[in-house]
């Protein structure tokens, strides 16, 4: 019995691109918190002075550049998996 290398190697693949995309998301998230504690200058500080500012235009663009780049790196993570993974199809079912 022969097993099919690149087929594992596609599989394999696909779950590390999941995982990358999930601790890209997590950093993100810590963004404001290491920004605040070690006073970098970044996205996550400039929402934090936004939110503490009351500068709401300021902290909604902030928070919706937060998310849209969120958005973004799933949608490239489920559509690498669905490249990687032969039996992922995403659409209608025939």
Not at 11 to 28: D, I, K, P, S, Y
Not at 59 to 65: D, K, Q, R
């Amino acid at each position: 019995m022969q097993l099919d290398q690149a087929a594992d190697d596609r599989q394999a693949q696909a779950g590390a691109v999941l995982f990358a995309a999930e601790e890209g998301v997590e950093e993100v998230g810590g963004l404001v918190a290491v920004e605040f504690l070690f006073n970098y200058q970044g996205i996550g500080l400039l929402i934090y002075e936004a939110a503490r500012q009351k500068d709401l235009p300021l902290l909604t663009a902030g928070v919706l550049v937060v998310g849209i780049t969120y958005l973004v790196v799933t949608l490239i993570a489920d559509i690498l998996y669905a490249a990687l993974n032969p039996r992922i199809r995403y659409g209608a079912a025939e």
